[in-house]
């Protein structure tokens, strides 16, 4: 008899406040290992908030959470690019293999940065990146460490077209292999990857 893994995330009674403002209340859900959980919602119900929360950014103020995946073995990716501006694409990316004891990271590094589009641009900073390369060079960041857990809040935002299609085509690749907590406004785009769906109203 095959043994059955423990959910990934498991959240009970989950609440966050910020001093008087409460932003998560009472929050029940669970990811199994391999799960796809789409987070919907309107701009200021709280996504973020839950996100950050089992990325290890943020801490609970009430209820219980457990992220089974070791914080190593998490990839992260918010609306802000979370990339140094004044380092290059490559050395944003060798700073973070290096901090994450990336095997190959050189090669690894290459590979991301010409499946994302930004080889050409390797050697220019990252502040004079566009909204949508700077978001692409935050999906190499956060996919550098071949994660078992993916955090990714609003990933398409600031990608045009090409990039948006890119980005799909990077998490069908890797659904089979990993577990993914996906905040959008576009639920209908990642539906066919989903396995279960959490709304905020």
């Given at each position: 008899?095959?043994?059955?893994?423990?959910?990934?995330?498991?959240?009970?009674?989950?609440?966050?406040?910020?001093?008087?403002?409460?932003?998560?209340?009472?929050?029940?859900?669970?990811?199994?290992?391999?799960?796809?959980?789409?987070?919907?919602?309107?701009?200021?119900?709280?996504k973020t908030t839950l996100l950050r929360l089992c990325a290890g950014l943020a801490i609970p103020t009430s209820g219980e959470l457990e992220v089974t995946a070791p914080r190593e073995t998490i990839g992260f990716a918010g609306h802000e690019p979370l990339v140094y501006r004044e380092l290059?694409?490559?050395?944003?990316?060798?700073?973070?293999?290096?901090?994450?004891?990336?095997?190959?990271?050189?090669?690894?590094?290459?590979?991301?940065?010409?499946?994302?589009?930004?080889?050409?641009?390797?050697?220019?900073?990252?502040?004079?990146?566009?909204?949508?390369?700077?978001?692409?060079?935050?999906?190499?960041?956060?996919?550098?460490?071949?994660?078992?857990?993916?955090?990714?809040?609003?990933?398409?935002?600031?990608?045009?077209?090409?990039?948006?299609?890119?980005?799909?085509?990077?998490?069908?690749?890797?659904?089979?292999?990993?577990?993914?907590?996906?905040?959008?406004?576009?639920?209908?785009?990642?539906?066919?990857?989903?396995?279960?769906?959490?709304?905020?109203?």
């Amino acid at each position: 008899m095959t043994a059955v893994e423990p959910p990934v995330i498991r959240a009970r009674g989950l609440g966050k406040r910020y001093g008087d403002k409460r932003v998560l209340a009472a929050l029940d859900f669970e990811i199994e290992s391999k799960g796809f959980m789409l987070v919907t919602g309107p701009n200021g119900s709280g996504k973020t908030t839950l996100l950050r929360l089992c990325a290890g950014l943020a801490i609970p103020t009430s209820g219980e959470l457990e992220v089974t995946a070791p914080r190593e073995t998490i990839g992260f990716a918010g609306h802000e690019p979370l990339v140094y501006r004044e380092l290059t694409a490559i050395e944003n990316l060798d700073l973070y293999g290096r901090l994450y004891r990336v095997p190959e990271r050189r090669e690894r590094i290459g590979m991301l940065l010409e499946r994302f589009g930004l080889w050409e641009a390797r050697n220019e900073r990252a502040g004079s990146f566009s909204r949508g390369m700077q978001q692409r060079l935050s999906l190499c960041r956060a996919l550098l460490h071949e994660p078992a857990l993916l955090v990714l809040d609003e990933p398409y935002s600031g990608l045009d077209d090409a990039g948006a299609e890119l980005l799909d085509r990077e998490l069908a690749e890797l659904r089979p292999g990993a577990t993914f907590l996906v905040a959008t406004h576009d639920p209908a785009r990642l539906m066919p990857l989903a396995s279960s769906r959490l709304g905020f109203a």
